[in-house]
């Protein structure tokens, strides 16, 4: 499995961005999938952002497309730009990594998980 390491995320303003980091580490980074999902107490963790291993395709939960951007690098380094940040995307959000074949938003799909990183939006 792959390692995840995270940074970024903090507290700001409504209307203001972020943006987080997750660093990857001990298997060949470019054979993941990677994703972003983000979870609040007493609910479950929902797909925020998704981008496949070889960065051509990307997908976003309809609560935040327009607004925020999942990239990758071409090293070991996939980031979540969040503009335009609403109190409800306040919330714990983690990043995610999978090796399967067709990139898919389930997080029961996903093998490796960062450690979370808070990102809580003030209204």
């Known amino acids: 499995q792959v390692q995840l390491v995270q940074s970024g995320g903090g507290l700001v303003q409504a209307g203001g961005s972020l943006r987080l980091s997750c660093a990857a580490s001990?298997?060949?980074?470019?054979?993941?999938?990677m994703a972003w999902f983000r979870q609040v107490p007493g609910k479950e963790r929902e797909f925020v952002a998704g981008?496949?291993?070889?960065?051509?395709?990307t997908y976003y939960a309809d609560s935040v497309k327009g607004r925020f951007t999942i990239s990758r690098d071409k090293y070991n380094t996939v980031y979540l730009q969040m503009n335009s940040l609403k109190s409800d995307d306040t919330a714990a959000y983690y990043c995610a990594a999978d090796r399967g074949v067709v990139f898919n938003t389930n997080a029961k799909s996903f093998e490796s998980w960062g450690q979370g990183t808070q990102v809580t939006v003030s209204s």
């Open positions: 001990g298997r060949t980074f470019s054979v993941y999938h």
């Open positions: 981008i496949t291993w070889s960065g051509e395709s």
